[in-house]
T-cell receptor
Framework: NAGVMQNPRHLVRRRGQEARLRCSPM?????VYWYRQLPEEGLKFMVY????????ESGMPKERFSAEFPKEGPSILRIQQVVRGDSAAYFC????????????FGPGTRLTVT | DQQVKQNSPSLSVQEGRISILNCDYT??????FLWYKKYPAEGPTFLIS?????DKNEDGRFTVFLNKSAKHLSLHIVPSQPGDSAVYFC????????????FGSGTQLTVLP
């Protein structure tokens, strides 16, 4: 049973470009969470999605960031017009039902904005 | 405003001894607490959790203690092993923020052989 998959593992973008981060949850999991980790800090919650629904996006910046989890395919975190401050590690987690202690994390995508 | 704080960025312990990692929180609405372990270039791995209705939860070498009045929890690892060397994150969730985890900044544990 494959774990949570994230790709790419590393992504370099110039300021103003778009970044697309993908997350494939574990088989049978219908709940996806995105977290961001800035250097020397803990993970910060961004958004919680179920298939085709955003359940909680209270941690998402109001502009330039969006997330989706379509009926088919991976969850996508999209960052438009990236700035240097977006450089961070972005982690995706999935769970079968939304139980807290069943959040399984992927290896993360490290975004570097030059 | 950091709602979950891990004030020790690093901790070194001899193999076989006890490791104690501490975590403080400020939000009285938190009622569920978790510890995660993270190796470099990997995502966090769930270790152990505790609900606010308990003051202790044990799983093998790992025990979490919760002191609600002090808003403090700790993770005890005994005996510590070199493979335990990793960054440990404390996380919390509560009423009104269900399923949204608030993480501390982590403690790097090094277990010396």
């Amino acid at each position: 049973n494959a774990g949570v998959m994230q790709n790419p593992r590393h992504l370099v973008r110039r300021r103003g470009q778009e970044a697309r981060l993908r997350c494939s949850p574990m088989k049978g999991h219908s709940h996806v969470y995105w977290y961001r980790q800035l250097p020397e800090e803990g993970l910060k919650f961004m958004v919680y999605l179920q298939k085709e629904n955003i359940i909680d996006e209270s941690g998402m910046p109001k502009e330039r960031f969006s997330a989706e989890f379509p009926k088919e395919g991976p969850s996508i975190l999209r960052i438009q017009q990236v700035v240097r401050g977006d450089s961070a590690a972005y982690f995706c987690a999935s769970s079968p039902q939304g139980a807290l202690d069943e959040q399984y994390f992927g290896p993360g995508t490290r975004l570097t904005v030059t | 405003d950091q709602q979950v704080k891990q004030n020790s960025p690093s901790l070194s312990v001899q193999e076989g001894r006890i490791s104690i990692l501490n975590c403080d929180y400020t939000n009285s609405m938190f009622d569920y607490f978790l510890w995660y372990k993270k190796y470099p270039a990997e995502g966090p791995t769930f270790l152990i959790s505790i609900s606010s209705i308990k003051d202790k939860n044990e799983d093998g070498r790992f025990t979490v203690f919760l002191n609600k009045s002090a808003k403090h929890l700790s993770l005890h690892i005994v005996p510590s092993q070199p493979g335990d060397s990793a960054v440990y994150f404390c996380a919390a969730s509560g009423t009104g923020s269900a399923r949204q985890l608030t993480f501390g900044s982590g403690t790097q544990l090094t277990v010396l052989p």
